[in-house]
Structure formats: C-alpha cells, structure tokens
C-alpha cells in the first residue's frame, strides 16, 4: 500500500485494512495481523496503526479479544443464535417463551419504582412520569447475555394484588395475573440504537456493535397492563417472527 498525503497515514491504514475485510482478504473470525507486524508492513509506528484499529472498532470491522488479539468481524453476516419469538398458553393460565432458548437469571433480581419516560408512557398509554413497579434481571442463554425487565405503571398495579407487593414477580406470573381479566393480547417493538455505557459493559458489547432493543407490550381488552424490554447485542442474536396474512373478501 502506498502511503499518501495530506490523508492521515492511520485513516489511509484504516481505509486498507477496511477493503481487505469486505473483499475477504481477511475473514470473518480470523485475527489481523498484530500491531507490531502492521507497523513493519506499512513503516509507521504502532500507535499509528493502533488508531486505525480503533477507527475498524468503532466501525464494528473488528473486536479486540485479549489475549487471543483482534479478531474480523462481518457486518453482513448473520448471528449465531436465532430466537423465535413466541409465548405458550399453559392449562394452567402460565405462560411461557416459545423461543428455542432457555433464558435464566444470572443473579438476583433488583426490584425499583421508577418513573415512566415520555417513550415508555405513550406505549403503556399513561402520563409521562407516572411511577412504575420494575423488576429488572441479567439473563443468560448459550452464552448470550440480555437485560430483562418487566414493569407495570402504579394505576395498572392499584387494582391488582400486586399493589400489595414491594417485589414485582416475574413477567410469566404478571401475565397469569391478568389472565381471565379479559381479552389478553400481546404486540412487540423491535428497534436497534447503541448501547449505554453500562449496557456495553454487561454485555460486553464490542465497540460500534448496536444492540436489539425489544418491547413487549400486554394488553387486556386493548388497554396496555404490562411492558417486557429487552435488551442484547445486535451482533449475538436474530429474532423471528411469524407474517400474519389478512383475507381479503
């Protein structure tokens, strides 16, 4: 490669190092030359080469695994787990996830009252800053890690045993709860931001790596009682959902 100018050497590296992983140069899973090898092939120095690997990371090219090194990443290819999205009617009013992975808690659950955002209070149909029971978890399955957490507004909980209850139980008993209470129907949100800080920490999310932000809203009669959100790297799984088809006459 030849180096040109006024271009910072290391963008120029970067632009490089690019080019050679969507052509497949370097593939997906391999690991880049070291920094020390890269600064010998190019003749710049190691913290040169050390931002154009950061600028590859904030691109979500690549991710540093130490001690193993820094590792190719795909942007188009799919991730390793897929989970299809669902929930089972048990005979006894419980309900449970459809999807193929057995999600646990890792540790215990913190239990807050936490004031409804203006997002989170237009979907449960409430007024922004309206207190809301959390129950909020760290999940795990086949080594993907998620934040779980299941709330329900003050208004919703006042009418319910739950009122009674400092401890939110888990979405699966919520939704039993309200089960017979009238027509319980459920609708998901799915989008994709970047993770907060604490978020890319708990999840060890690499950086430039986005993550799924799932919202599960359950509705009796129409009216919104709960909310499920979820959160977890965009990069570690694929969510599915089945099409509905509407007849027409």
């Known amino acids: 490669m030849e180096i040109k100018t006024p271009v910072s050497r290391w963008k120029q590296v970067a632009e490089y190092l690019k080019e050679q992983i969507q052509n497949g140069t ?25 931002n154009a690997i950061n600028e590859l990371k904030a691109a979500g090219l690549v991710e540093v695994q130490r001690p193993r090194g820094t590792i190719v990443r795909s942007p188009l290819s799919r991730p390793a787990h897929i989970e ?41 149909g409430i007024p922004a800053g309206e207190p809301m029971l959390t129950r909020t978890t760290v999940q795990s399955a086949e080594q993907i890690t998620r934040l779980h957490r299941t709330s329900v507004p003050f208004s919703v909980a006042a009418e319910t045993p739950l009122a009674d209850d400092a ?69 570690a799984l694929e969510v599915v959902y089945g099409m509905p088809v509407t007849k027409t006459r």
């Open 26 to 50: 370097f593939p997906a899973g391999q690991l880049l030359p070291s920094e020390q090898q890269l600064a010998e092939e190019f003749g710049l120095s190691r913290p040169t080469i050390r």
């Open 84 to 124: 299809r999205r669902g929930l089972t009617r048990m005979s006894d009013r419980s309900y449970t996830e459809t999807g193929e992975l057995d999600w646990h808690d890792v540790d215990s659950p913190t239990f807050a009252r936490v004031n409804a955002t203006v997002d989170q209070a237009h979907l449960l």
């Open 167 to 235: 401890q939110l139980p888990a979405s699966d008993e919520v939704y039993a709860l309200f089960d017979g209470r009238g027509r319980l129907s459920w609708e998901e949100f799915v989008r994709a931001r970047m993770p907060l800080p604490d978020e890319a920490q708990t999840l060890r999310a690499a950086s430039g790596v986005p993550v799924l932000h799932i919202t599960r809203m359950a509705s009796v009669d129409k009216h919104p009682v709960a909310m499920e959100e979820i959160v977890v790297r965009g990069d």
